[in-house]
């Protein structure tokens, strides 16, 4: 296509397949329970899952922890404000 002045514009677009040499695979994991023992359990259960899914699909893993929080849970209401229990 020409432009203005004899300018010449071009654009493509174009795929290529590769194999990936890396993914990063973020998880959150949340667990409501009486106790923070409890919810810190529950969720070393869901994480020991996770573990064992990744292995048996035969995914090498670097697992690194990189933010750990124990708070109270938080509710909110029709009005959307929020109550600390």
Known sequence: MTGVNGTLFVSGYR?????PDECK???TITSERATARQAQNAS????DAIMNALSAANIGSEIATIFL???????????KKMHII
């Open 69 to 79: 929080n124990v708070e109270k849970p938080r509710y909110y209401d029709s009005t």
């Open 44 to 47: 070393a259960e869901t994480f």
């Open 15 to 19: 795929e290529e397949p590769v194999e």
């Open 25 to 27: 695979v973020i998880v």
